[in-house]
């Protein structure tokens, strides 16, 4: 079947093909006589496999050929050069390519904090942690958003208010007036680094309330979206899929242009979205104040985190993070 079967599924999930097409199909390459039940078993058993070449589409019913896994871009060395464009320790990448990705995790960067500040939530990135010349260890340390959720007034010209009543009620009690989750983003999800992918948003927000996954392709295969929910399930982190392949990245405006687009513009780039929660993060009632305070001692960004935040509960009013 290993060998069959690429030949005979389609490449692209939303063209998926059915189990009793494929089936028939099968059976004329086949030699011997096998039951349809035991085709049946043998592809959820494989679709289940990082190395097969069948996967199950993750909504509905239908195969198609599971990708390659990606080149070591996918892993750790992405992140250490978020901002600079180039990955410097991959001396035998092609350049080419590899600029193609840094642009690409960097638009989608702009794209996730654009939908969360339409979306009421207050986005705080982290940058030099990932620089050409920072210690690996920070991809276990450091996410690349902080998202921050305010309790604000219900009308509609106080928006941007924090509720005076809750701010004072929550001081008093020593709770913090607003809840901090850590995101680590992604551009492609893989049954190959899937785990890496979600134990290091577990480590990079144990000192927040929560931590959240996001990634930017849609999460296609069902064996990939059921290991995701299970682990969530056991460790409360969340993951949502902003269904951006590839290929619709590299359509984008470039990411200062997404960051500062008219209305208008912002509008037809949202749109092109297709979000999809694979699971809801599991929210912790208090933050890890000894933890946050060791990153504050560490990173002059987690130093500015603080600041900001304090700087909006002084003037009673949740605004988007400014570097001065």
């Known amino acids: 079947l290993s060998d069959i079967l690429p030949s005979l599924l389609p490449g692209n999930p939303a063209d998926s093909i059915k189990g009793t097409e494929l089936i028939r199909l099968t059976r004329l390459q086949l030699t011997g006589n096998y039951s349809d039940a035991s085709l049946r078993y043998h592809f959820s058993i494989m679709s289940c496999d990082p190395a097969s070449p069948i996967a199950k589409v993750e909504k509905g019913q239908g195969y198609y050929r599971r990708s390659a896994p990606l080149p070591a871009l996918s892993g750790a060395q992405e992140l250490l050069a978020l901002t600079q464009g180039k990955l410097d320790d991959l001396t035998t990448a092609d350049q080419d390519m590899v600029d193609e990705t840094m642009l690409r995790i960097r638009k989608f960067r702009a794209v996730v904090t654009r939908y969360f500040e339409i979306n009421g939530r207050f986005p705080f990135a982290f940058r030099q942690a990932f620089g050409k010349d920072s210690p690996i260890s920070n991809l276990w340390k450091y996410p690349e958003l902080v998202l921050v959720d305010w309790e604000t007034g219900g009308s509609p010209d106080e928006e941007m208010s924090l509720d005076e009543t809750m701010l004072s009620f929550k001081q008093r009690l020593g709770i913090a007036p607003f809840s901090l989750h850590a995101a680590r983003l992604r551009i492609q999800p893989s049954l190959q680094t899937y785990r890496e992918d979600f134990f290091q948003t577990l480590a990079v927000s144990m000192w927040a309330q929560g931590g959240e996954l996001i990634y930017a392709a849609p999460v296609e295969d069902e064996a990939l979206g059921d290991s995701l929910r299970r682990l969530s399930a056991n460790f409360g982190v969340g993951v949502t899929s902003f269904g951006l392949t590839p290929e619709a990245l590299d359509e984008l405006p470039r990411p200062a242009n997404i960051l500062n687009a008219h209305p208008r513009e912002t509008e037809a780039i949202m749109s092109k979205l297709e979000i999809n929660r694979i699971s809801a993060p599991k929210s912790r009632p208090h933050l890890d104040w000894t933890a946050l305070s060791s990153m504050?001692?560490?990173?002059?960004?987690?130093?500015?985190?603080?600041?900001?935040?304090?700087?909006?509960?002084?003037?009673?009013?949740?605004?988007?993070?400014?570097?001065?």
């Not at 990173?299 to 570097?323: H, N, Y």
């Open 296 to 324: 504050r001692n560490e990173s002059e960004e987690a130093e500015k985190l603080v600041q900001w935040l304090t700087r909006c509960i002084d003037s009673r009013r949740a605004e988007g993070f400014k570097e001065e």
